[in-house]
């Protein structure tokens, strides 16, 4: 059974920084797409931010320039770096892990981000 487990959140102030980090219980050298997720509440779940395996990135508008995923294959470790914080990007912050073919996710169990204003 794949597990993905994130940490790394907590709270902050507004303009300061976190990185999150998901690891999985497997390799994900064969993972397609490594994809961090947001919902805060009363929202629906967003992407954040997406990266394949050949490293093509895909960042939400909201955060581009501000948030970079990264992926550590020999770690099994996917990151998201987060710079310049603002009150709108507190949520639950998920990790998901996907192929196209089979189509199977997998995703963690999440981890609270708050910025402070």
């Known amino acids: 059974q794949v597990q993905l487990v994130e940490s790394g959140g907590g709270l902050v102030q507004a303009g300061g920084s976190l990185r999150l980090s998901c690891t999985c219980s497997?390799?994900?050298?064969?993972?397609?797409?490594a994809g961090w997720y947001r919902q805060a509440p009363g929202k629906r779940r967003e992407l954040v931010a997406a990266?394949?395996?050949?490293?093509?990135?895909n960042y939400a508008d909201s955060v581009k320039g501000r948030f970079t995923i990264s992926r550590d294959n020999a770690k099994n470790t996917v990151y998201l770096q987060m710079n310049s914080l603002k009150p709108e990007d507190t949520a639950v912050y998920y990790c998901?892990?996907?192929?196209?073919?089979?189509?199977?996710?997998?995703w963690g169990q999440g981890t609270q981000v708050t910025v402070s204003s």
């Open positions: 998901s892990l996907s192929n196209p073919v089979p189509s199977v996710s997998y």
């Open positions: 497997r390799s994900i050298s064969s993972i397609h797409t």
């Open positions: 990266m394949t395996s050949g490293g093509r990135t």
